[in-house]
Every structure is written in C-alpha cells, then in structure tokens.
C-alpha cells in the first residue's frame, strides 16, 4: 500500500494497493465523490475480476501525486463493487511511469521513476 492523492476540484489523500495483475486502477465510487470527480462524462464499462462482471465508470485521465515520487494521470474506473477502504493502481497508465520492483521475501516494493516516461 501507497500513500496517493488525488488532485481534482477537491484533494483527497488514501492509500492505495499496487497490483500487477489489475489491467486498470479501481476506486469506491465514494473517492470520486469526495474529490469532486463528475462521472457524467465518464465512460460505463463491465470489468471482469475474480467474483465477474462489475460495472465501473471510466475517467481517461485522474491527476494523482505519489509521495516524494511525483504527479502523473492514469485512467481510473470508479464502481461501488469494491470496498469503501479498498483503491488499487493497475498496469494501464501507472505502471508506465514507474519501475517497480516487488520484492516478496522482504515484503518490499520499490517504485522508481522511469526516465523516459
């Protein structure tokens, strides 16, 4: 887990689970209200996971600051059909700006900036 924040028309500080094995970044639909994201123009898809299918409304682009290591916009689906407490960063978009490097003996995760993002 990783401090995160989101700066849209309101800054809204969680953390957030960095996940190889999710295509896309996921939050609580609650995240988006609390930063005062408009999900009107936000595209509706059905993502698949381990439980199904979930419907999810698709931001292209949620400026987000990451500790000591910069800000970068990824693509965010927002659904309900995850926990409240729960926000993952997916492959799409996040992991183009880091090398990430994870190590489980150590219970370790390395993020680096990518020099040529």
Not at 8 to 26: E, F, M, N, P, R
């Amino acid at each position: 887990m990783i401090p995160v924040v989101i700066r849209a028309k309101y800054v809204t500080k969680l953390y957030a689970l960095v996940d190889s094995g999710a295509t896309i970044s996921l939050f609580h639909i609650s995240v988006a209200d609390d930063a005062g994201i408009d999900l009107k123009d936000a595209k509706k898809e059905y993502l698949a996971g381990v439980g199904g299918y979930v419907p999810a409304y698709v931001k292209k682009e949620v400026e987000l600051e990451i500790e000591d290591l910069g800000e970068l916009k990824i693509p965010i689906a927002f659904t309900e059909y995850i926990f409240s407490d729960l926000a993952i960063l997916g492959r799409q978009g996040f992991f183009d700006y880091f090398e990430i490097v994870f190590r489980e003996w150590r219970r370790e995760l390395e993020l680096r900036p990518r020099l040529n993002t």
